[in-house]
């Protein structure tokens, strides 16, 4: 007799105990029939002889098994409890298998309660040990899963709101490696997922639209998982567009616009209403919603059939909605798992929307700006990651000149609050040059404050910045040879407001005042002539290559420090 003959036999003699117990009422042995009829099942698919042949005749005969009219109800009812995980393992041995044991898991939730499967499924997917790693596990659950929601007759609020987090950590789990996220199964399991979306959408019809958390419930979760799909997006972008455009034809029925997304408002007030009481712990499984909210523009943006130029215009007019929208593009940005393709059009689309904005305009004065700028610094921080690791130049290039602008969109204190904080010495010196009036000299007082008001770079608080670096908040002078390039940077662009300051007969900066040079004297630059000597003097006496190199890091800031403590000398001469 074939291996597959004698599994269709002891499947059969263990059926047939099962029923005849639950038939006679005896619940103890058909527990113990069960437990063996499922240690069975498990060692079908986990055997490596004739593994695939055994598996398809096992759920092929438990298939129609089940579906015999003769059947009890309390036969399957009992059998539904504990098959699912079994079945679904057993379905991983090959498609055959698979649509065999898709059809079974689906039987059990067209006969059997659609709230005790609900709880069957999502403890399937929590139990397993050894599926996370096989998307074909999960895709039967996961379809049944939407037919069981759609089921569902009473209070389906609280059933979902117990299986989503199920989904998403399975979701989550299985998509975590990019490179096979691609795959059949892995799509397979996306393309679940969003028939999960669409259960749920049939849900909140037939309530007409009654239960608002339900539907905030469903929104979150659209979002969440626009996140894990977009994570499994490789080179081309657009094999996804039909995916990701089933979402957006349901962001009408959340209440959600797109500018409402790109600007967080409409994320919060969903968050807010299901941040209740106990709920708060419960929020932590969408903590992605906020970077799948800017992600759902960028796809609407990224789909010929959406036009979002309404809401570029919208956010290149008002301050407050285009920081709001920095602030949800960080999300993008700092992810390390989304492709750069995706990254480069978040660039892209910021830049649109700051290359549109009139820099001229005054600042809204009834901004609260401390509100702002945490957000507005962690977004900086994350553009600075893409001109970093970026590996294409011309990303780099554009990212770059997108932070500019958002730098030069912010109030001048904020701004050099935030450059202090970032310590990014380049962008200062480019842009003071450009925004330094091409003639002054002649200008009476008047019109230099008038500039003055207009080039926000020339204030008094650049000097913090370079103080920042030549005197740190700790005390005492920089280290060295550790920070060299920082430190040579400071000092060129001190030189830079120095010399610039004294040749067109300005003091914006107050760099010229007297107070002023004597404190760089005696505060930044003494000390630091004493600590570049004593560095110098240490690394000659070793004869290594670590101290040359460090001797040669030296000369260029000896040269600059020079440099700078004869300028500062010559105008402490004049003020005298």
Not at 319 to 341: C, D, N
């Amino acid at each position: 007799m074939s291996v597959a003959n004698t599994n269709s036999l002891r499947l059969q003699q263990t059926l047939d105990s099962c029923s005849q117990s639950i038939a006679n009422g005896d619940f103890k042995k058909s527990e113990e029939s069960i437990s063996i009829l499922v240690q069975f099942l498990d060692s079908v698919s986990s055997g490596t002889n004739e593994s695939e042949e055994s598996a398809f005749e096992v759920v092929s005969w438990m298939y129609h098994y089940l579906i015999s009219p003769s059947l009890d109800q309390a036969v399957i009812d009992a059998l539904a409890f504990e098959l699912p995980k079994a079945v679904a393992k057993l379905g991983c041995a090959s498609t055959r298998c698979f649509e065999n044991a898709e059809r079974i898991i689906h039987h059990f939730v067209n006969s059997c309660s659609p709230r005790d499967m609900v709880s069957i499924l999502c403890e399937a997917m929590t139990s397993s040990s050894d599926g996370f790693d096989n998307p074909s596990y999960f895709t039967p659950l996961l379809g049944a899963l939407a037919k069981a929601f759609e089921a569902l007759q009473r209070r389906p609020f609280e059933q979902v709101k117990a299986a989503l987090p199920v989904v998403i950590k399975v979701l989550e789990a299985v998509l975590s490696n990019p490179e096979e996220a691609n795959d059949t199964n892995s799509v397979d399991l996306l393309n679940k997922s969003i028939l999960i979306a669409h259960s749920l959408n049939t849900i909140c019809i037939k309530l007409d639209g009654k239960d608002k958390k339900l539907i905030a419930l469903f929104g979150l979760y659209v979002l969440q998982i626009t996140v894990l799909i977009s994570n499994s997006v490789g080179a081309q972008a657009s094999i996804y567009f039909p995916m990701m455009l089933q979402f957006s034809n349901l962001l009408s029925y959340f209440g959600f616009t797109y500018l409402g997304l790109i600007t967080g408002h409409e994320v919060d007030t969903t968050v807010d209403l299901l941040s209740q009481g106990d709920e708060d712990d419960y929020m932590s499984c969408f903590s992605h919603v906020r970077c799948g909210a800017a992600l759902t523009v960028l796809w609407g943006d990224l789909s010929t059939k959406q036009d979002l130029k309404a809401v570029k215009d919208e956010l290149s007019k008002y301050q407050s909605k285009r920081w709001e929208a920095v602030g949800m593009l960080k999300h993008i940005f700092t992810s390390t798992k989304l492709p750069w393709e995706l990254k480069k059009h978040a660039i892209d689309f910021l830049f649109c929307i700051m290359e549109s904005v009139d820099l001229q305009k005054d600042h809204d004065a009834s901004l609260d700006y401390s509100v702002y700028t945490p957000s507005l610094y962690a977004s900086l921080q994350a553009i600075q990651l893409v001109i970093v690791y970026a590996s294409d130049p011309l990303l780099r290039k554009k990212a770059f000149d997108t932070f500019k602008m958002v730098l030069a969109d912010l109030p001048s204190s904020l701004r050099f609050d935030i450059l202090m904080a970032l310590t990014r010495n380049s962008c200062v010196k480019e842009e003071m040059h450009r925004e330094y009036p091409q003639t002054v000299s002649k200008e009476n007082e008047s019109a230099k404050a008038e500039s003055n008001s207009s080039s926000p770079f020339w204030t008094d608080k650049v000097l913090d910045f370079v103080e920042f670096v030549l005197r740190p908040p700790h005390g005492g002078p920089p280290i060295l040879p550790e920070f060299t390039d920082a430190v040579l940077s400071a000092l060129n662009l001190y030189r830079f407001i120095l010399i610039t300051e004294s040749s067109g007969n300005t003091n914006y900066s107050q760099v010229l005042s007297k107070n002023k040079l004597q404190k760089v004297y005696r505060e930044w630059l003494e000390p630091l002539r004493a600590l570049v000597c004593g560095v110098r003097a240490e690394n000659q006496k070793d004869n290594n290559e670590l101290a040359f190199d460090a001797l040669c890091g030296l000369n260029p800031v000896e040269f600059v420090l020079y440099r700078c403590i004869e300028l500062v000398e010559e105008n402490l001469k004049r003020a005298s």
